[in-house]
């Protein structure tokens, strides 16, 4: 089975820095991509950024040049490195991973809170 723990999450002042982690277990195929997603109350999930097997990336408009996401493909850690934190980067982040099988299987972890607030 499985599991996708999240850490990392709380508040912090506007300007501040967080970095979350996800730690993958339990999969049976290789994982190809590692993301996160946010959803802030009354608005869609949306993209943060992720970032495949071999390390390419992409990020969302608002989150980049702030935002900066990595993984440990020996560790299956995907890791976000949030700096300049701003009040609407307030939601919950969520883990996603797409697994290396046909067809592609995606998996979600249970959510980390992050309040941006003075």
């Known amino acids: 089975q499985v599991q996708l723990v999240e850490s990392g999450g709380g508040v912090v002042q506007p300007g501040g820095s967080l970095r979350l982690s996800c730690a993958a277990s339990g999969s049976r195929f290789s994982i190809n991509v590692m993301g996160w997603y946010r959803q802030a109350p009354g608005k869609q999930r949306e993209l943060v950024a992720s970032?495949?097997?071999?390390?390419?990336?992409m990020s969302g408009d608002s989150v980049r040049g702030r935002f900066t996401i990595s993984r440990d493909n020996a560790k299956n850690t995907v890791y976000l490195q949030m700096n300049s934190l701003k009040p609407e980067d307030t939601a919950v982040y969520y883990c996603?991973?797409?697994?290396?099988?046909?067809?592609?299987?995606?998996?979600w972890g249970q959510g980390t809170q992050v309040t941006v607030s003075s």
């Open positions: 970032i495949t097997s071999r390390g390419g990336t």
């Open positions: 996603n991973i797409e697994t290396f099988s046909t067809p592609v299987v995606q998996y």
